[in-house]
């Protein structure tokens, strides 16, 4: 269901980590080898993601559709109600 009301400028994506997860299992069992936790995959030393794409394992398009993905539920994270419980 898609709600279109004044003051909704975007969607937050929190809650579907576990749906990027199940399209990206590849790059998701990476991140978790990442040598940061909070690693966003672009710029970190020791990041697996990165290392999949370097490699050749995973393409540029699928990468950067993960990353913005991933990117974007960080931060709608840092704009929700910390004392919201969804
Ligand atoms: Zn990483």
Known sequence: MVVDEPGLRSLPLVGHERG???VFPDLADAAR???FRDCTHTH????????LLESGAVRRPKYDAYVALAGEMRSSLG????????
């Not at 970190?44 to 990165?50: D, K, L, Q």
């Open 33 to 35: 080898d990442c040598r």
């Open 44 to 51: 970190e030393p020791g990041c697996a993601v990165r290392a």
């Open 79 to 86: 704009v929700l109600d910390p004392d919201v419980v969804l």
């Open 20 to 22: 990027l997860a199940l």
